[in-house]
């Protein structure tokens, strides 16, 4: 039920669309669909002359603290019963807004995640009984909403299609768990002392591997399917007496640690020590395509080689930087705070930019298509454009007047809070 989305060129060519004024939106129109109000969605050309083209909008009403989390073509929506911890998950399709179901979670707490694993829905939250608390999944048929099981811990994708759960926090005990998405069955556990660290190998869809670290320095390479223990050494003590700081980028185990503080770097495969550097107060490593990105928390980073250590590139303009369609992306360091950034492009081996493209807030999006940005119009409501990295251009998609923030993106819709407090769900492919 969506109209046409008119193409409205380059933010570099032609007045910002911020400039221009934000017409009245028509009256709405189209059928009930269950409670759920069809809207008209306002697309506004950037010369002010191109005629209005409406297009449906889906809205859910929601109370203030509702949630709202979009997974393939289903909506859902987690409402708080009264005063109680209670919550219920409403499920509405897309694109025809028709509710699917709706059941009462079987745990009271917050959630705040929804997705699908194979042919199983995984309800993520946090359990806040009185008897116990902690992070809590549950299963769930996504057709029927019907409860399969549910188990302590949050959940991340195996490659095979299982979901690896941890239970546990920084200063207790826990229970690592690989289980079978349909029924919970546990194919693998292992217990895990207080004060041990936990590091997976995040890949775009799933972890393959994990690495834990106990306290007494004993380091272990897990395969995350099987469970299997693919390696284990013993690191140093950490430089200082200082907690370590531990992270898997690609196929090298990094450690920070001190005072001094010093930057090491080991093989995944064989944990051999491949170089050492000292840190210049930076906390958190990154890959930068080829190469590696130090960050820290105050400003600017700096780029080595994975392979060497050897320096390459620094910039003191540049706050995060990931790597995104061959590209880096970086938010400029004057521009640091909640909301909106202003983002560059950046040519990895160099540093040199290559693309300015202006003040967005990303909305996650998914794995291989176009960044999503958003950011406040002068008039009220929120500007939508698809961000290309690759080709260093904006394309601006939309002007949504009554939204008002908190959006998100998945499968080619853009789910945003309404100034209403309601959710509105509006379709970004053509």
Known sequence: MTGPVIDLGELRQGPDLDTARLPRPPAARGRPLRGVLVLVLVLVGLAGSVPLTPREMVTLPAA???????????????????????????????????????????????????????????????????DHSGTITIALDPETGAYLWQQPGRPVALPDGGILLWSGADEAAGVLRAVDACCGTVRWQASVEAGADLTPRDGERWVDRLVLLRGNGQVEVRDATTGTVLRGAHLPAPRGGTPRVLQVVDDLLVTIDGPPSVISAY???????????????????SACGVLLCLQSQSAGMRTIDAATGEPRWADDR???????????????????????????????????????????EIVRSDVDKPLIGVRPHPDGGLVVAELDVRGGTVRVLDVLPDASGDCRSATGWLLCRRQDAAFGVWRLTR
Do not use: C, K
Not at 77 to 102: H, I, K, M, N, Y
């Open 318 to 360: 540049w706050g995060w930087v990931w790597p995104y369609a061959d590209r880096l992306l970086a938010t400029a360091v004057s521009s640091a705070g909640p909301g909106s950034e202003d983002l560059v492009v950046l040519d990895p081996p160099t540093g040199r930019v290559l693309a300015r493209l202006g003040r967005w």
């Open 64 to 130: 203030n603290n509702a949630d709202a989390i979009l997974s393939d073509d289903m909506i859902f929506l987690v409402e708080q019963l009264g005063a109680t911890g209670q919550r219920t998950l409403t499920a509405t399709r897309l694109p025809d807004g028709e509710q699917a179901w709706r059941t009462s979670l079987p745990v009271e707490g917050r959630y705040w995640g929804v997705a699908r694993q194979g042919g199983t829905l995984l309800a993520v939250g946090y359990e806040s009984g009185t």
């Open 267 to 285: 093989g995944l495969d064989h944990l051999d020590r491949r170089w050492q550097i000292p840190a210049v107060g930076e906390t958190y490593v």
